[in-house]
């Protein structure tokens, strides 16, 4: 009984270290420990937010207790337990391609997320996949892949909470975090 345990924990490490290994870089789940809060302060303001260059990333958002923000480039979503991308999703894409080639001092961080269903492996390793989906597009458009990262945060950082189709699919989406690139001095 005892080597049968054995067996399955080591067979499970195994595939969670096959897991992390697909993806371009995995997040870490959020600490929630009060050590992990930033100090008490009166927030960054609009203008320290445009010193960084960066919409902020839903990591940062949920850090701050905030809901994540936008900028110029949209969200795509997807499908249940599928990382394709939809004709909507492809539309876009081009569209954000385009407002990249017009901002080439911009770099992007593309955020994949799921929802809930599935276990915390699976999604972490999908959330991956459906980032890598868009950047692979984004390249075949004529972006720069040195321009592009991917981050998967699976099903860590919902949108929404509820356990209803309809917040499924808000979940089941990339999101798009733009970054300036800072000057050579």
Request: hydrophobic share 30%; charged share 25%.
């Amino acid at each position: 009984m005892l080597e049968r345990i054995k067996l399955r924990f080591i067979t499970l490490a195994a595939g969670v270290v096959v897991i992390a290994a697909c993806s371009s870089e995995v997040a870490k789940k959020p600490e929630t420990a009060v050590a992990s809060k930033p100090p008490p302060s009166s927030g960054p303001s609009s203008t320290d937010k445009s010193k960084q260059g960066q919409t902020g990333s839903s990591l940062d958002a949920q850090r701050e207790g905030k809901p994540p923000t936008s900028g110029p480039l949209k969200e795509i979503y997807f499908a249940f337990d599928s990382y394709d991308l939809t004709t909507e999703a492809r539309s876009i894409l081009q569209a954000n391609a385009a407002w990249l080639k017009a901002n080439p001092s911009v770099n992007v961080e593309i955020e994949g997320h799921c929802d809930e269903r599935g276990t915390t492996e699976y999604n972490l390793a999908l959330g991956a996949k459906r980032a890598r989906a868009a950047l692979d597009y984004l390249v075949s458009l004529g972006i720069s892949a040195a321009r592009l990262k991917t981050t998967s945060y699976g099903e860590e950082l919902p949108l929404c909470r509820e356990s209803t189709e309809n917040c499924y699919e808000k979940n089941r989406r990339d999101r798009f975090v733009e970054s300036r690139t800072r000057p050579a001095s």
